[in-house]
Structure formats: C-alpha cells, structure tokens
C-alpha cells in the first residue's frame, strides 16, 4: 500500500472511532454526558447553605448575635474575669441572662447593661456607624468584619423608637432625656434594649408599645430573618430516564433580601442553578448509588436598612 493510500486509511479509522464517540453522547449547553452511563434513578441529598447573615428565626439570630458577643469579650484581656464577676462562665450563662427580666429593678436587664455596656460601642452622643467603626468594641469588631450589619442598623430604629414610644426621650423641662434616643449615647441603655428586642415578641410587647404601633411594625421587618419554613436538607430519587427537571424551592419570605440564586461554589462563581437534571449529575459528578452535594444560597439586599448600610458603606454588597 502507497503511503498516501496509507495515511487516507488512517484519516478513514479515526473518523470513524471518533463517531462512534459522539454517537454515545448527548450535548446540552455546550457540555458532553455520556447518557450510557446514568442509573435509571440517582438518590440526591441535598444541603442548602445560607449566607452567615440570613437566619431561621429571632432565636437563631439571638443564640449568634451573643455568642459572637461573648467570644469577642473573652478575647480581651480581663474580659473572661469580667464576665465572670457578673456570674457568665460560659455563654449559655449569657443567654439565661439576657433572657430574664428582672422585676426587681426599674431599668429592666441592669446585669446586661453592667457587664456587656462597656464593650459594646464606644458612647458618644450624635456618633454613627462610619465613625464607630474604627473603635475598639464589638460594634467596632462587627463593622469590620461585616457580621450583624443589617441587624445593627435595624436595632438602632429599634431602640430609637422604643425610647421614644416608651417616654424616656423628651425635653429636660419635662423631667425627659434629649438624647434618650440616641443609640450611642449610652452603651449602658443600647445593649439593654437590644436585649429587650429579643426579650419581647410582637405578641407579648408592654400594651403602651402596641398602642404606639411603631414597634411592632418593627418586628415584622427584622432584615435577615426567615419567616417561612426552611428546610435545611432534602433528599430525592431522581429518575433518569424520564429526565423531568426537579425545580429547587425558591420561596424565601426575608425581609430586606432577595433570594438570587443557588450555586456549587461558596463563592458563587459558578453558574446559578434553578433544578436538577441529567446535565447535573454529569457535570457534577453524582452517579454513585448515595450522593450529596451543598448548594449555596444567594441573597441581594433591599430596603429601608439596606439603604442606609449601603450609603454608609458602598463597597459592601
């Protein structure tokens, strides 16, 4: 044989071994699966993952909200020795805390106030968030570090409006404080009624705050907090054959966020996922009997707090 005739011979096998390839192959945005491959029905766990600052409900934000409270404090120097003069040894003794009133006292939490104040923000009457963000506290810690924020902008509408609706805020000639409504004025008072915020629901508020309507509205705009079911897992039987997308539950009722999407990557740098289908598998490599995979859920901000957070500080998505 010519080795022209040679080489035409060569060409005419690889064309067909590459053909014999593709002809096992199905092609879906651009991406190759093998469909000869696939079980009829693929078991799928799946773990959906929320943003650090979207919560199940109040009590989820109350247990991180102080638990980073109280690390932060033992942090500092003679901060454990503090807190434990005040009878906090760990932060389960805070909780217990922060969750009793006590009816022998007019100022409601004065362990509160006494033994988180000082570490709270730095008091300065007219101070904001851009300028407490270079001190030394934990409001300081948590502007830094980007945890709480929408929180800490909605509690400082919570505690204005409580102080007002409460009577403490007025003019001196009435026996009031002018700056009773000041979120930095006192460290003493803003740590208390942030307490109080937890304390209370909207169901057990004192009647002269109902009456007011100011604060109960606020309990039904609490940024970051879930008020629908979620469910932090699911498991299906994904039929391959029949190859139905199984569309991912999208309904997240959370006031001053949208939900924006699901993706693989923590960092939601991969494509965002609406359903599962016979292209994620593949792509995604979920062909073994039992499969789990984590999706991370993304969420846009909106609103009221969001607004302001985000004129304080653009660079904050």
């Given at each position: 044989m010519s080795i022209f005739k040679t080489k035409i011979f060569l060409i005419i096998i690889s064309l067909s071994l590459l053909l014999s390839v593709f002809s096992s192959c199905t092609f879906s945005n651009d991406k190759v699966s093998i469909s000869s491959d696939l079980p009829d029905n693929v078991n799928l766990t799946i773990n959906f993952v929320l943003p650090d600052?979207?919560?199940l409900n109040k009590e989820d934000l109350f247990n991180d909200f102080f638990y980073e409270f109280y690390s932060y404090i033992v942090s500092k120097k003679d901060g454990a020795q503090h807190l434990s003069s005040y009878n906090i040894k760990n932060v389960d003794d805070l909780y217990a805390i922060?969750?009793?009133?006590?009816?022998?006292?007019?100022?409601g939490f004065p362990i509160v106030g006494n033994a988180l104040g000082k570490y709270f923000l730095t008091q300065k009457i007219g101070s904001n968030f851009v300028e407490q963000k270079q001190f030394d506290t934990f409001l300081g810690y948590c502007l830094n570090n980007n945890k709480f924020l929408d929180f800490l902008y909605f509690d400082k509408t919570f505690f204005y409006h409580f102080r007002l609706d409460e009577g403490y805020t007025g003019s001196l000639?009435?026996?009031?404080?002018?700056?009773?409504?000041?979120?930095?004025?006192s460290t003493y008072a803003s740590i208390i009624d942030t307490a109080k915020f937890f304390y209370y629901t909207k169901d057990s508020l004192p009647?002269?705050?109902?009456?007011?309507?100011?604060?109960?509205?606020?309990?039904?705009?609490?940024?970051?907090?879930?008020t629908n079911n979620f469910n932090e897992s699911i498991s299906i039987s994904y039929n391959t054959k029949n190859n139905v997308p199984f569309t991912l539950p999208d309904d997240y009722n959370c006031y001053g966020f949208k939900f924006a999407g699901y993706y693989t990557e923590p960092n939601f740098s991969s494509?965002?996922?609406?359903?599962?289908?016979?292209?994620?598998?593949?792509?995604?490599?979920?062909?073994?009997?039992?499969?789990?995979?984590?999706?991370?859920?993304?969420?846009?901000?909106?609103?009221?707090f969001a607004e302001e957070l985000l004129s304080?500080?653009?660079d904050m998505k």
């Open positions: 600052y979207i919560y922060c969750k009793n009133w006590d009816n022998k006292s007019g100022v000639a009435d026996g009031k404080d002018p700056y009773g409504s000041d979120f930095f004025a009647t002269y705050l109902v009456h007011k309507k100011n604060i109960p509205k606020l309990y039904d705009i609490i940024p970051g907090v879930l494509d965002s996922i609406t359903h599962i289908d016979n292209d994620f598998i593949i792509n995604n490599n979920l062909l073994k009997e039992q499969n789990y995979i984590m999706l991370y859920a993304k969420f846009e901000r909106y609103g009221v304080d500080f653009p």
